[in-house]
């Protein structure tokens, strides 16, 4: 009997194991995994509802090329269908974001782990691997014990909330390259004195950092800049870069708003008063600090080059960002093995055959929304495939 062992038992791991159990069931499949438990991070997923997928997945939402071609072959049909099998059925909220039905994270670990036993997948944790070799046209992994196999999937995710990472030594032994790894979708640390007086505002906002552009809720604490888009640019961020935040409505403009305010100056009793309607107080307090003005005084006081520096403030307000360096509050990771290394078609690595690669440890991150667990999937699914047809002998 043939063998398989698949180092990581994340969710690309469990997706290639399930596969490939489904497309040889004369196979040995193992999953080695460091931690007590496998899955505990999708746990975590869409703040425990599981963010499992999106409708609007497509190749575009990828950076890197292979993970664009992976994409293409596996897409949101490819991988709905491959939840339903396993009585996982899902639904899309308004802006695409696709949930168990259940909204519950845990009953898809759950359908999972059922799969996994129905299939005699074999799960051994607490077995961190430290070395793999090649020896003749097998592979020897070892851990807290040694393995041996015919074919070894590659799934040890990233350093994104994983305590104690060594994906990374394992890969620079096997001569790889690692594109640079830093956190991604995660808040945007700043050391801005006014955000302690913000800790856990939340305010709408468009967000502008170089050409780079999203909006949508964002919570300002003592340390940082979160919420969805500003997880979404925290990729981007390099040290002493300047984060812009516009306060203003979609549909507004800044000639818009000075009419506003000039109008709301003729009745509000102080300055603050002006900005009742537009930010929480909190928020309104230090804009008018910035902008010079003092938010008790009268409007009466106030020029057209206050009001005009009010405006600018409320559609562009300057916050000193830095890169962020806490893989702890990261969803994944930005960087990766270099896709050079993997065959783009199969996610084979080029100078193991029989070695395949998925999910995070590869260059291939995305936006919030499902995108990265469905990357997950679609590695997962892709780097079974190959496998099988390595061990089977099968052109793909």
Known sequence: ??????????????????????????????????NERILKKLLTTGNGKCNITNTAVSPAVYESAFAQSVAARFDFESV?????????????????????????????????????????????????VRAIKKE???????AAEVFEADAVIFAIGSAAAVKGYNGLDLMHNLGWHIERPRPALCPIPSDEA???????????????????????????NADNISGICAFNLAKYVKSGDTLLLNFLPAQWSEAELLHYLKASAATAPENAALLNFLLPRKLALVVLKRAGLKP???????????FTVLAKLLGAFPVRVEAPTD???????????????????????????????????????????????????ASGMCAARAANAYLTGETL
């Open 1 to 34: 009997m043939k063998s398989v062992l698949i180092i990581g038992g994340g969710a690309s791991g469990a997706a290639a194991a399930i596969t490939l159990a489904r497309l040889q069931s004369d196979l040995s499949i193992t999953i080695l995994e460091k």
């Open 80 to 128: 709905q269908a491959f939840l339903t099998s396993l009585s996982l059925p899902i639904k899309a909220d308004p802006q695409g974001r696709c949930y168990p039905l259940s909204e519950s994270a845990a009953n898809a670990v759950n359908a999972f782990l059922n799969a996994l036993e129905s299939y005699s997948v074999t799960v051994k944790t607490g077995q961190e």
């Open 136 to 142: 003749g046209k097998r592979f020897v992994v070892t």
């Open 194 to 220: 006014f955000l302690k007086e913000l800790q856990g505002v939340r305010v709408k906002a468009a967000l502008t950092l170089g050409e780079h552009r999203e909006s949508g809720e964002v919570q300002l």
């Open 296 to 306: 008790s005084a009268s409007p009466a006081t106030l020029s057209d080059d206050d």
């Open 327 to 377: 893989y702890r509050r990261a969803q994944t990771v930005c960087g990766g093995l270099d896709a050079r290394f993997v065959a783009p078609d199969t996610l084979a690595a080029k100078a193991y055959p029989g070695l395949f690669v998925c999910g995070e440890v590869l260059d291939a991150d995305a936006p919030c929304g499902g995108f990265n667990l469905h990357w997950a999937w």
